[in-house]
């Protein structure tokens, strides 16, 4: 049975710590059915099976904006904090590439 399209963390983060969100969108079938999933510093937090086809072009002649963090026209669910080293891939990242991404030292 697939579920809705809502995927949420609901724990608190503690102010000045870094944290390493990461979310993936696997398409399943080519149409409907895709996993959305969440990870928290390299490990699973959440999984969803959803109908949801998230799926976009980002249109780079275009003013429209990418947002990450907020809602648009919707303040109560905005984030406020720095967001660092943001990377879109072509595909859902396995969870063991997820993993050593987040334990890369630089």
Known sequence: DIASSNVIY????????WYMFT???D???GNTASNIK????GVLL???????????????SSST???IGNIPNVTIH???GKIDDVG??????????????????Y
């Open 10 to 17: 609901n724990s608190p983060i503690s102010q000045n710590t």
């Open 23 to 25: 979310a993936t969108y």
């Open 27 to 29: 398409n399943l079938d």
């Open 38 to 41: 969440i990870y928290l510093n």
């Open 46 to 60: 959440s999984s969803v099976r959803s109908k949801l086809n998230p799926s976009a072009t980002i249109n780079t």
């Open 65 to 67: 904006n990418v947002g």
């Open 78 to 80: 905005s984030y406020y």
């Open 88 to 105: 879109i891939w072509n595909r859902a990242l396995s969870p063991e590439e997820i993993y050593s991404l987040y334990n890369v030292k």
